[in-house]
């Protein structure tokens, strides 16, 4: 019994010495965030939010005409020929039936009582797919009924489209159009640009086809239509290409921009505009990217955050997105720069006469207006960076501040029949084409 009872227990020590041995064994587990990690786990992620990747958002093909420009190779004044651009309305539905329309009159009644009154005893009714409120009164003398109902809808801001099949007119606030462009990028993108300056959303751009699909209501319809008689009859446009710059000094002390006059010369610095923020230098071509970045250079180490260009029609207004545009996320990604531009007669010198407005999300930061010459630049210098900042504190040098570099181009849009040697025009016999 004895020997029994010591084999018994000679062998639990055993099954415990093995036990021992095997918790012995197991690899060390690491815990990370609540998420347990070893050589043959799977990583384990918390559930995000469906939203649309960065990199995806910034997805666009206009990316490489947009942030690209060609320094050695710029032009500031150039020609184009002018091309029809065409705006047409899309989904107006099938062909109204052929009644005719005469002596009819309304007054201070909504665009669907009009219509249910000019219908009234026809097959055809009106259907409101929103809230039309606004009065209106005038009469027809005689006409169609397409262009009836299509006077009345205009009189009330309203569109409409017609189902034949249900015999149904219907109305709406919004209507999509297309806007078939010329083959000349620089006018597209001046249109496109333009068309983002007056808050025109949603642009379905297809490069391929050359058109432009968008939606909107009456304002925005008239604000496209301005833009594309612009172009057609002002025959100039407007375009900046620009770098943007952080500066960071290589020793405790501001850049010295005073500098620049003993560098360059006081010719090639023509003005200077203060702003509510920073200040812009009105400068001469000799002032150009390369000369502005070696001048900088012995006092500043210098990182380029965007590079690219934007265009308007002559008098209107664009912005350009540095974040859109930038080599890699930054404080001043978030900065936007607009421009309202007009060349002509400015106290009977030719000038391009600009408003540049620098904002962020929180607001405008700074604006200058800068009358300037065709072939001048403009250096925009004084911005701290720390106005992107918005931890309390910061590793970034309180000198270091954003410079941001415009070079104005001017583009004269032509009739193709007034001159055949468009292609032809360079240097001062295309500068004596544009002042005559």
């Known amino acids: 019994m004895k020997k029994i009872l010591l084999c018994f227990v000679a062998l639990f020590v055993c099954v415990g010495c093995q ?14 965030e609540n998420m347990v990690i070893d050589e043959r786990s799977v990583p384990i992620f918390p ?5 649309t990747t960065d990199t995806a958002q910034r997805f666009s093909v206009e990316l490489p005409m947009r942030c690209t420009v060609d320094w050695d190779n710029q032009s500031v004044v150039s020609v184009v020929r002018e091309e029809k651009i065409e705006m047409v309305r899309l989904g107006l539905g099938d062909a109204m039936p052929d009644l005719s329309v005469n002596e009819y009159k309304f007054k201070d009644v909504t665009v669907a009582a009009a219509l249910n009154k000019l219908l009234d005893g026809t097959d055809v009714s009106v259907v409101t797919d929103e809230q039309l409120i606004e009065k209106i009164s005038g009469e027809v003398q005689s006409g169609t009924l397409m262009d009836t109902v299509d006077l009345i809808s205009k009189m009330g801001r309203a569109y409409y489209s017609y189902d034949a ?3 149904e007119i219907h109305l709406q606030h919004r209507a999509k159009w297309m806007i078939k462009m010329p083959k000349d990028e620089a006018i597209i993108m001046a249109l ?23 939606e909107g209501d009456y304002q925005t319809e008239r604000e496209v239509s301005r833009i594309i008689a612009d172009i057609a009859s002002k025959k100039y446009m407007l375009a900046w290409d620009m770098d943007v710059y952080r500066v960071y000094p290589k020793t405790d002390n ?38 502005l970045q070696e001048f900088l250079a012995t006092q500043a180490n210098i990182v380029l955050i965007s590079q690219g260009t934007f265009s308007i029609p002559n008098g209107w207004q664009s912005k ?18 607009g421009a309202t531009g007009r060349y002509g007669d400015y106290g009977g ?28 630049n403009y250096v925009i210098i004084g911005i701290p960076t720390h106005s992107f900042v918005t931890t309390p504190e910061t590793l970034i040098s309180p000198f270091a501040e954003l410079v941001v570099f415009m070079s104005p181009r001017l583009v004269s849009i032509v009739d193709t029949k007034a001159t055949e040697s468009v292609d032809e025009l360079v240097g001062d016999d ?7």
Request: hydrophobic share 40%; charged share 20%.
């Open 254 to 291: 501001p850049i010295i921009w005073m500098n620049m006059l003993p560098a360059f010369g006081k010719h090639n610095v023509k003005m200077s505009i203060p702003g509510v923020v920073g200040r812009a230098l009105v400068v001469g071509p000799e002032v150009n990217t390369k000369t």
């Open 47 to 51: 559930k995000k939010a469906a939203l």
């Open 320 to 337: 350009f997105d540095i974040g859109q545009c930038s080599k890699e996320d930054r404080l001043e990604t978030d900065l936007i720069v």
């Open 192 to 214: 496109l640009d333009a068309m983002h300056g007056a808050d025109v959303r949603n642009l379905l751009v297809n490069w391929q086809d050359k058109t432009v699909v968008f």
């Open 165 to 167: 099949e249900t015999a």
């Open 430 to 436: 295309l500068r004596e084409f544009l002042n005559n």
């Open 349 to 376: 010198y030719q000038k391009i006469d600009a408003k540049i407005v620098l904002t962020t999300k929180y607001g405008e930061l700074t604006s200058f207006n800068i009358p300037s010459s065709v072939g001048d």
């Open 19 to 32: 036990n021992k041995n095997n918790v012995q064994q197991y690899d060390t587990v690491q815990v990370v």
